[in-house]
């Protein structure tokens, strides 16, 4: 039961990943399947969809701009600020994020690469943004390289010449696809660091205390 209340959050957020991609898999072949009926082709299986373009393009293109909000989000809260917000750091206060890590090598408590100190020190105070951003490059490749699969499915269907990898990198289609997803990103992350001035949850990190003046910045 200790195990299972130190690590709630993330099997929550694990099962309900599993069941939306589910959700998705599910809903997205019969998309697929009623869009090869009208052209008068057979459906195709579970297995056959679960590696086609289609849905392989649909779930990296929703990774990579979370991805890329992530990144962004830490990579940006550790310069910017936002007076009152739960999500920021004060600009008045330096807090103990700002502290040299090398005044701890000689704890045995702290991770290894601090111990280590130099370039291992270096990377792995970074690190949260480096893999969030490394992440996004990978999902953002996947989705590329997916989307133009699907678009070359889609070009066959019409009896038309399948486009390049190049070319669909260039075209307007992949574009639309990835801005319709990164500006949904950038505007929640930005109402909830605007909200978490004013409004309150009881309990959640994400929150101040709820008789935390509108003034008082971080949670």
Do not use: C
């Not at 991609?21 to 809903?27: N, R």
């Not at 009926?37 to 990579?64: D, I, K, Q």
């Not at 801005?179 to 929640?188: A, G, I």
């Amino acid at each position: 039961m200790k195990w299972l209340k130190d690590n709630g959050l993330t099997m929550v957020l694990s099962v309900a990943t599993l069941a939306t991609l589910g959700g998705m898999l599910f809903t997205g072949l019969s998309v697929y399947n009623e869009d090869l009926a009208r052209h008068h082709l057979p459906a195709v299986a579970l297995s056959s969809y679960l590696v086609s373009g289609h849905f392989l393009s649909a779930v990296f293109e929703n990774w990579e701009s979370e991805f890329l909000q992530m990144s962004a989000y830490v990579v940006l809260t550790a310069f910017l600020f936002q007076r009152g917000s739960a999500e920021s750091r004060d600009p008045d206060e330096k807090t103990q994020d700002d502290e040299d890590p090398a005044r701890h090598a000689d704890d045995p408590h702290v991770p290894l690469q601090v111990r280590h100190g130099g370039v291992p020190r270096a990377l792995y105070s970074y690190s949260l943004g480096i893999v969030l951003f490394a992440l996004f490059l990978v999902s953002f490749a996947l989705h590329l390289h997916n989307s133009a699969a699907a678009e070359a499915a889609e070009a066959a269907l019409h009896g038309q010449a399948a486009p390049g990898i190049g070319q669909h990198l260039a075209s307007a289609q992949f574009w639309f696809e990835s801005f319709q997803n990164w500006q949904s990103e950038f505007l929640s992350t930005a109402v909830i660091v605007v909200l978490s001035i004013f409004l309150r949850f009881r309990g959640s990190p994400e929150s101040k205390p709820v008789a935390a003046p509108h003034s008082q910045t971080g949670s």
